[in-house]
């Protein structure tokens, strides 16, 4: 591996990473000896899947080759992870140095701030405008002493979207690492907006895109995501993630997946026509529904009524779950868009109580 000319932390830098025969020999030719496992697999194994008595390809290669080729990038541009939570985490421990900070928005989501404290490191946010617009300048001027920043573009919980202009000008000002979270991506490309991803073919040496299975490929369940990068960041986070992270179901169905991609799309048309369903109804109901171009939104709640209370009130009484948000010193709902069904219920939950 080359030395890097990222500013690693020195523990990174100095690291000589774990080597298994899995990440050197790839193949079913070879007859392991060598990891402990055991050599044959139970009937239920060997009946319904794949070599589960063996350990998984440490990097997924043939998903990393099937999501490269669709964006149009190299194997090596591509890491693959146990959800992008676990990117998050690898990324704050593979490029945060001792005694320096994670910079992100407010409100955002609450795993960069939980990775950032179980990592030991400082973090700090900036507010978000009120049409949850990102204000670029007071943003950077926050940036000192900072080595990690996130952005979350489609935000949760906002439900907007941060532009590339702003994106750039973020990456071309900032020496350290920008991650753009786009969890959401799949329904912003659904709108036409440009993915960060664009960026990475554009040759930007500091920038990770995630993304994930969790929502629009409608796999929460099976724990995968991946990042799209310049190699040389790939490679730090190959070299600081766990050998087998992504286990061989997981594996397999993610590049089934990959491969359906129209039901994909068809599941965020689906998701993105009952978001303006209900944003319909809800208005009529006397909410304001925020502007999303996400599987979720927020709302106010008409005059009077108190959001704790209702989120309360469906929960207790009605078994439908919410999220309650803080924001611009007031709290409000997030809803995420469910089935059919599932939003009718709430629909007429919500005529009963507001
Ligand atoms: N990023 C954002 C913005 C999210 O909202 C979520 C899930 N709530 C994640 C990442 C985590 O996704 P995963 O299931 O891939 O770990």
Known sequence: ???????????????????????????????????????????????????????????????RDAIAASYGVGRENIVIGNGSDELIDLSIRSFVRKGRRILSVAPT?????????????AYGTVPLGKNGDIKIRSFLRRTKNADLLFLCSPNNPT???????????????????????????????????PSAITLVHEGKKNLIVLRTFSKAFAAAGIRLG?????????????????????????????LRLWGDSDRMRCNVRTLV??????????????????????????????KGNDAEETYMNLRNNNGIVLRLIEWQNKKMLRITVGTRRENDLLLSALTTLL
């Open 273 to 302: 026509a009952e978001r303006e369903r209900l944003m319909r109804a809800l208005g009529k109901l006397g909410c304001r529904a925020y502007p999303s171009v996400t599987n979720f939104f927020l709302i106010d709640l008409p």
């Open 109 to 121: 989501y609450g795993m960069y701030r939980v990775s950032a404290e179980t990592n030991g490191a």
């Open 1 to 63: 591996m080359r030395t890097s000319s990222l500013p690693l932390p020195a523990n990174v830098k100095r690291l000589k990473p774990y080597a298994s025969a899995r990440s050197l020999l790839k193949g079913d030719e070879w007859i392991f000896m060598d990891a402990n496992e055991s050599p044959s697999a139970p009937p239920f194994f060997r009946n319904n899947c794949s070599a589960l008595n063996r350990y998984p390809d440490p990097t997924a290669d043939k998903l």
């Open 226 to 254: 991946y990042g799209i990068a310049a190699q040389e960041i790939i490679e730090t986070l190959l070299k600081m993630k766990s050998p087998y992270n992504v286990n061989s179901l997981t594996q397999e169905i993610g």
């Open 159 to 193: 439900g907007t979207v941060i532009g590339l202009p702003a994106v750039k000008r973020v990456l071309d000002a900032f020496p350290g690492i920008v991650v753009v979270d786009e969890a959401y991506g799949e329904f912003a490309d659904a709108s036409n907006i």
